[in-house]
């Protein structure tokens, strides 16, 4: 059986996964079929009812925020754009870090060194304000968000590749590769990567939510995602304003973004140990 | 040991530089000038304004003229705050945030540690799911979500605490901002710690010094927790850049004039001076810093030396 | 591992050291001062008033400057520096008498000299102020702006010591209510000498007005301290006053719930029917000099030359239903492009400002298929706005109401503050804009002048003959009844050029502490600290 089969088995048998990976691709699902059901959108504004409490009559059933908008349809917009965000932005920092690593663990010595020493340097620089710079520059573009948040996150992804990618280099199989004229790609790409997957699947289980956070961040600074549009984070933070006179609209959009943050937390704790991945310098 | 340092420092700034250069250019990009407003100035001023900022010089030479200030250790006039220097700005905020920084760091690494061994030493108990369960909660809800709510509950209803900084000189200020900021750090040196002191526990050495008769606290304290921390103490150094990156949320939630405010603020009003002298200070600090304890490793330790 | 440890205990030490001296900061030490804490929206940009721009430096600037002329605690003109005044007959020139008991926080007497110095300050180049255009009524203001003349030529003259004669080049009827502006308030010549840009340090700058700055922390707070060295100290009730910069309104009110502010400088929105319920008596709505618009962009396509589609969509929004619902915080409607209140003056309104709005949408549906649309073939317009929750409110609402009643398409854009001004001034992007204008003086003059030609703030890009006319025929008028005719018939001719779309004016919102006493709402919502008190047996 190959290594991924021995992980999948490993994998169905933990109970976190299936439940924490059940829940995220129902609520997933929700997401995506929710507003399409649902016979309220999420732009339909209604000045004489702003502000209505949560209630089954009416059908809007997790209240109206303070422009009347039903917050059940703008919540589950808020879970796909939130989604979405984090999923692309982590899956950039994972190929420029995956790539990065590879690269400087395949070739080793100086090149490696400098490499390394590069991300060294660059890792305690304030990206937050570099994100910052690039979302007030480039004018709160929507694609510029996830590539701005992919690249905070790149550098913990290039550090963990490097260091498998020298271990697995001192493995017989790789090094008879070399020996038998593969090429450089071709050895990333048939001896490496595969045995790459455990611990990047890990690493992008714990990114996921860290890009979630640095979003969330950006739209209560009013950076990130602009109307019509909205992500949990906005909602979350339109909400915090509304604490007193209505809660729901702080508690929905909240539970639902703790509960995603969770459960890929879960997640991650549960595929480490289902790939055996310690803790590495 | 000299010639290292010098050699380090020579290669730190080609790194300098790059992020100067990208700063500079990044704000410059951005639309919209330090000095536009919704009253227009009239031709002759907005002209007089442009020359007394050098503002209408081509920005090659704008940069050449930061780089020249730079060397001479003069990081400009801020363009928002007109009788003040950047220098002045960045000597204000800056001891405040490190203040801010370090007590939330003193603060996350005391009760992370020790909520972490807790629950290690009462594996799977009552006590070890709670404190887990907080841990989650912990890294699960943003600060500028805890933050205005402990305002809510401390400050303005029961009003044990100020709801604001400026209100107050008394330390009582620094109570909320540092709890809402060490927060989600707690949670994750609480798990690591655990997660790392189960792992040593269950070693053989340990179990030798149980077998000694040694008390659980003795061991603990002796034995176990050097070699558990080694994990937390890899995680310093995300863990300071984690707590950067929450300070500039959590100085615009209690109105703090750290660099995190500063900087925000600045890159909104376009005060461009501002915005690359913290970029420029802040990186320049860090590379310090690591030069620093790389000398020290190699001071504590000889084997280093050799390099 | 080992050196890992000592590394930690290093670390820790200096950890404890840092939480150490944060702990023993000095609380509030000293003999109990009565002091006020506002709130200010923003941090003054200067405290130089020359350098100064913003309506929140005025604020301060107010408290520790005092220039010729200012306003009484009930909203009237009177004298300040100046304790009298005379106007020649053709309006040309003011002649000031200086009191003699004005001083400077170190005991220097104010003297003529002082605003010679300062007025000139204000137009020379060099200082590159915001508002040298201020006083382009006086003789050579213009030209030393632009450099063509020595700042020495400008038309103020010191007699003798206290008395100062300032000539103009047209009759301005509103001179002295431009002379209570910060910019004209006088700066201290030996202390700008001695110091260089260093002058506006607290420990330098002198001050002319009710206090002086003690202490200021960018972005927190500017303490300021009683001047017993002013003219009118007596008066003065409050010893100190703090202004704390607290630039999001949720955090300034929840700083008025705790206690520890007693004056904000704004109420927020969404909080707005909890604030009317629990703090009724504390909450100050006053109607203010200042109109929220929106603006076209007159010189592209679809609204240059189209002055039927532009009335259209001024028509289709109703307007009561927006500051009923929408803003909810006490605005009033706005049919008229001068705000009610402003001195001497009757505002003009649209034709069809006594319409219902039933009445007005058949009209507008009317202009609109006049202009060429239908629905069939909907108007497709882009509407920018700043980020901001009210404008965004707005900003939707209108969208709907043109949908609903036109049939319009309108894409909604919403940019940074600092972008949206740079497209409007480009006027290359924009269509319809979000903006606001407010006055810097009591006078119609002040909302009109931007719509002439080659104004630098004629964001509409505004082009008619016949209102320039009107407006330099304005200017030259003595008689205030004269001057108001033509001022009036120069706003009619630009409503009804449709530029653009007033919603509605301004109120200004204050929650003021109950223990603040001596609060007068007025239409410039200016508030001295010297007129205020504090209720006895509280500080």
């Not at chain 1, 910052?132 to 590539?147: G, H, T, Y």
């Not at chain 1, 199989?173 to 790459?196: D, M």
């Not at chain 2, 070699?227 to 939630?253: C, D, F, K, R």
């Not at chain 3, 006086?138 to 004669?165: F, H, K, M, Q, Y």
Request: proline share 5%.
């Amino acid at each position: 059986m190959s290594a991924l089969g021995r992980f999948w088995r490993r994998a169905r048998r933990s109970r976190s996964i299936l439940y924490c990976g059940g829940m995220l691709t129902g609520l997933v699902v929700v997401a995506l079929l929710g507003p399409v059901l649902s016979p309220h959108n999420y732009l339909q504004t209604d000045f004489d009812n702003i502000l209505r409490a949560p209630s089954l009559v009416g059908g809007h059933v997790f209240g109206r925020d303070d422009l009347g908008r039903d917050l059940f349809v703008r919540s589950m917009l808020g879970i796909q754009v939130t989604m979405l965000v984090a999923i692309v932005a982590s899956t950039v920092s994972l190929i420029i870090g995956v790539v990065y690593g590879a690269i400087a663990g395949l070739a080793g010595g100086r090149v490696d060194a400098v490499m390394m020493r590069f991300v060294d340097t660059l890792y305690a620089l304030p990206f937050i304000f570099f994100v910052i710079l690039l979302m007030v520059a480039f004018e709160r573009n929507f694609i510029l968000i996830f590539v701005a948040i992919g690249a905070v996150n790149w550098l913990d992804m290039a550090r963990i590749v490097r260091g498998q990618t020298l271990s697995l280099r001192e493995r017989e199989f790789v090094q008879a590769a070399a020996l038998g004229g593969v090429s450089f790609a071709g050895i990333i790409l048939r001896h490496i990567a595969p045995n790459l997957i455990g611990v990047v699947t890990v690493y992008l289980t714990l990114t996921i939510p860290q890009a979630i956070l640095v979003e969330s961040f950006l739209s209560f600074l009013g950076l990130g995602i602009q109307e019509p549009q909205t992500s949990l984070g906005t909602l979350v933070d339109a909400g915090v304003n509304h604490m007193e006179n209505a809660a729901w609209m702080l508690l929905i959009p909240a539970a639902l973004l703790a509960l995603i943050l969770l459960c890929f937390n879960f997640l991650g704790d549960a595929l480490r140990d289902v790939f055996d991945v310690r803790q590495a310098r | 040991m000299l010639r290292y340092a010098l050699l380090r420092l020579l290669g730190a700034i080609p790194t300098l530089l790059l992020v100067i250069v990208l700063a500079f250019l990044m704000v410059h990009a951005a639309p919209g000038g330090p000095f536009d407003d919704e009253r227009a100035l009239p031709a002759e001023i907005e002209a007089n304004i442009a020359a007394a900022y050098q503002l209408d010089q081509p920005l090659p030479q704008q940069f050449l003229r930061y780089i020249s200030g730079l060397v001479r250790g003069d990081l400009g006039p801020s363009y928002r705050y007109r009788d003040l220097t950047v220098s002045d700005l960045i000597g204000g905020a800056f001891p405040l945030s490190l203040k801010l920084g370090a007590m939330a760091m003193l603060l996350a690494t005391v009760i992370g540690v020790g909520a972490g061994t807790l629950a290690a030493l009462r594996q799977n108990s009552l006590l070890d799911r709670a404190l887990m369960a907080m841990a989650m909660t912990g890294i699960s809800i943003p600060v500028f979500v805890i933050a205005p709510v402990l305002v809510l509950l401390l400050a303005v209803h029961l009003q044990w605490l100020p709801a604001g900084w400026s209100g107050t000189s008394a330390g009582g200020r620094f109570v909320l901002p540092v709890v809402s900021l060490a927060l989600p750090q707690i949670a994750y040196i609480a798990r690591l710690t655990r997660a790392s002191m189960i792992d040593v526990l269950a070693s053989d050495f340990i179990r030798t010094a149980r077998a000694q008769g040694l008390g659980t606290f003795t061991i603990v304290r002796l034995h176990a927790l050097k070699p558990a921390m080694l994990p937390v103490l890899s995680y310093m150094g995300p863990a300071i850049a984690a707590i950067l990156t929450g300070s500039v949320v959590v100085e615009e939630i209690f109105g703090i004039p750290g660099l995190g405010q500063h900087f925000v603020r600045g890159a909104l009003n376009r005060d461009y001076t501002l915005v690359l002298g913290i970029v420029v200070f802040y990186a320049a600090l860090v590379i310090l810093l690591n030069l620093v304890v790389d000398l020290l490793y190699g001071v504590i330790d000889p084997r280093i030396r050799q390099r | 591992m080992l050196n890992g440890m000592k590394y930690l205990r290093i670390l820790l030490l200096l950890a404890v050291a840092i939480v150490a001296s944060a702990c023993t900061e000095p609380g509030n030490v000293g003999p109990q001062v009565s002091t006020l804490h506002r709130g200010l929206s923003s941090d003054p940009e200067s405290i130089d008033p020359h350098k100064a721009r913003s309506t929140q430096a005025a604020e301060v600037l107010r408290d520790i400057g005092e220039g010729l002329v200012g306003y009484s605690a009930t909203g009237t003109l009177v004298g300040a520096a100046a304790e009298s005044w005379t106007i020649s007959d053709d309006g040309l020139t003011y002649t000031f008498r200086i009191r003699d008991n004005a001083r400077w926080s170190n005991g220097d007497p104010v003297t003529a000299d002082d605003f010679v110095f300062s007025l000139r300050r204000l137009v020379d180049p060099a200082t590159a102020a915001f508002y040298g255009q201020a006083v382009a009524a006086i003789v050579n203001a213009d030209t030393i702006l632009r450099g063509e003349a020595a700042p020495s030529e400008l038309g103020v003259t010191a007699t003798d010591r206290n008395t100062l004669v300032i000539t103009l080049q047209q009759p301005t009827p509103y001179m002295l209510s431009l002379l209570t502006h910060p910019s004209t308030f006088p700066v201290h010549a030996g202390s700008l000498a001695e110091h260089g840009n260093e002058f506006t340090r607290p420990e330098n700058l002198l001050s002319n007005g009710a206090y002086k700055l003690a202490a200021w922390e960018p972005s927190s707070v500017l303490h300021l301290a009683r001047n017993s060295q002013y003219w009118n100290n007596a008066e003065t009730s409050i010893d100190a006053v703090s202004y704390h910069i607290l630039t999001q309104e949720m955090t300034e009110l929840n700083r008025f719930r705790a206690g520890e502010i007693d004056i904000t400088s704004s109420i927020p929105p969404d909080s707005f029917a909890q604030v009317r319920e629990q703090y009724a008596g504390q909450m100050h709505i006053a109607p203010y000099l200042g109109v929220y618009y929106y603006g076209y962009n007159l010189s592209k396509p679809p609204f240059a030359a189209n002055a039927s589609l532009r009335q259209a969509l001024s028509m289709a929004i109703d307007r009561e239903t927006l500051v009923e619902k929408v803003t909810g915080r006490g605005e009033t409607p706005a049919y008229s492009w001068v705000p009610p209140g402003v001195d001497n003056y009757e505002p003009i309104r649209f034709s069809y400002a006594g319409l219902s709005q039933e009445e007005r949408n058949a009209a507008a549906r009317r202009l609109y298929r006049e202009a060429g649309y239908s629905e069939q073939l909907p108007a497709e317009i882009e509407l920018r706005y700043n980020t901001s929750d009210t404008q965004q409110r707005i900003a939707l609402a209108v969208q709907a109401m043109w949908a609903e009643v036109l049939g319009v398409r309108t894409t909604l854009v919403n940019e940074e503050f600092q972008v949206l001004l740079a497209n409007i001034r480009e006027a290359e992007v924009t269509q319809v804009f979000r903006s606001s204008w407010i006055g810097d003086y009591n006078d119609a003059h002040t909302f009109l002048n931007i719509f002439e030609a080659g104004n630098p703030s004629n964001m509409t890009r505004f082009e008619n003959a016949q209102f320039d006319k009107l407006m330099r025929e304005a200017a030259a008028q003595v008689t205030p009844l004269n001057r108001r005719l033509y001022l009036e018939e120069a706003e009619r001719v630009l409503l009804s050029e449709h530029p653009v779309i007033p919603l509605y004016f301004f109120v200004s919102k204050h929650l003021v502490s109950s223990r603040v006493q001596g609060w007068g709402d007025n239409v410039l919502d200016y508030h001295y600290s010297q007129h205020l008190s504090l209720a006895t047996g509280q500080n």
